[in-house]
């Protein structure tokens, strides 16, 4: 993993904003609430300082997302125009902000990489990557104070959903004193805390319940680790096209008190697997998920593995017994039958 980000460029961000004059911002696919909160907490800031901004994300908002001020104006795709500067919010690569990030990254001047994720490659040319940070909207709200922006009603709505979703409603074990400092903040600036929770943490559908009761008949329980799946026959049935719903899932998974390691498998096709993985404070998910091709934190984090939800399971099972053990993952994968 790299540390090219030990030191936040913090002026130089604030300069190649107020170089540019057309800002692109994007963040990453199947966005969660600090994907969207820190694309419209940024978009607010500079709209409020008189840039021209357009924010994508492939597919748009999801709904329960779209109370966050200013989701209508982000779009689904990008196909037109020419950019000073990109932005790229919670993303920890370049592949993540898929096809609105590559029509980005081929049509702005300077790309500025704005994230919390230790796995973050370090793309573009200016960093502001903060691994201790609890959300991207943290590291938009410290350098937003440092620059001296005013933060409206609705960029602090945007930037507490962040704060909020990322760190479960303030259940992580990277949450300090500060995150509640800078919640307060955000809350006496109108953000509405009830409502965000609401929204993010307790809403869920039907359906979701549903694909909830499938996956828990595949629950497994071996070493340490608990894992489920989510197959493409039960998404057949009932009517979906992907898994929704799946953080609350996992969490779930990971609440079991014998686990070290939480796990889904999601069947794509026939061709890939999405995983998503929790760890114990103690234990690290994020070089796997890495070492996969994905990504994420040590306690949070996911990948999309090629080959079937056998072949995949057979790869990253050993590797999970490994560090649910607090082994390492690569040195001594634990196989199956040891
Ligand atoms: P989740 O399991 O909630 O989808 O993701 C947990 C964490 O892992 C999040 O921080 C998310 O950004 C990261 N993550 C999940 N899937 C991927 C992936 O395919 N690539 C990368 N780079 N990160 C991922
Ligand atoms: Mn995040």
């Known amino acids: ?14 300069q190649a904003v107020a170089d540019a004059a057309r800002i692109l911002l994007v963040t ?13 907490a940024m978009a607010a800031i500079l709209a409020d300082s008189g840039k021209t901004v357009v924010a994508a994300v492939d597919g748009g908002v999801p709904e329960y997302l779209a109370y966050v001020p200013g989701s209508a104006a982000v779009q689904r795709t990008l196909e037109t125009g020419d950019f000073d500067l990109m932005i790229s919010l919670d993303a920890s690569d370049e592949a993540r902000t898929g096809e609105c990030g590559r029509y980005g990254m081929a049509h702005s001047a300077r790309i500025l990489n704005i994230d919390h994720h230790p796995t973050n490659t370090g793309f573009g040319h200016i960093h502001l990557i903060v691994p201790d940070a609890v959300s991207t909207t943290q590291v938009l709200y410290d350098w937003f104070a440092l620059a001296g922006w005013a ?6 709505t945007a930037l507490l959903t962040g704060l909020v979703t990322d760190t479960l409603g303030f259940r992580t074990n990277n949450v300090v004193p500060h995150t509640l400092m800078t919640s307060a ?11 965000i929770m609401t929204r993010t943490l307790n809403s869920t559908s039907f359906l979701a319940i549903q694909m909830w009761k499938h996956a828990l008949n595949t629950v497994q329980y071996r070493k340490k680790v608990i894992a489920a799946d989510i197959t493409q026959d039960v998404l057949k049935t009932l009517g979906l096209s992907q898994a929704t719903d799946t953080g609350g899932l996992i969490g779930f998974l990971i609440s079991a008190n014998e686990a070290q390691v939480a796990v889904v498998f ?5 061709t890939s697997v999405e995983l998503s993985m929790r760890a114990k404070p103690g234990r690290d998910v994020a070089e796997v998920a890495f070492a996969l091709g994905g990504g994420g934190h040590k306690l949070a984090a996911g990948a999309t593995v090629a080959g079937t ?8 099972m050993p590797m999970l017994y490994a560090v649910a053990r607090g082994k390492s993952p690569f040195a001594d994968p634990e196989p199956e039958d040891a």
């Not at 990453?28 to 419209?40: E, F, Q, R, V, W």
């Not at 999601?266 to 026939?270: A, F, I, L, P, T």
């Open 28 to 40: 990453h696919t199947k966005p969660d609430g600090d994907a969207i909160g820190s694309l419209l």
């Open 151 to 156: 933060i409206s009603r609705d960029a602090a």
């Open 309 to 316: 939800l056998e072949e995949v399971k057979a790869k990253v």
């Open 1 to 14: 993993m790299t540390t090219a980000f030990a030191s936040p460029h913090w002026q130089e961000a604030t």
């Open 266 to 270: 999601k069947e794509q096709g026939n």
């Open 185 to 195: 903040a955000l809350m006496a600036a109108g953000a509405p805390l009830h409502d």
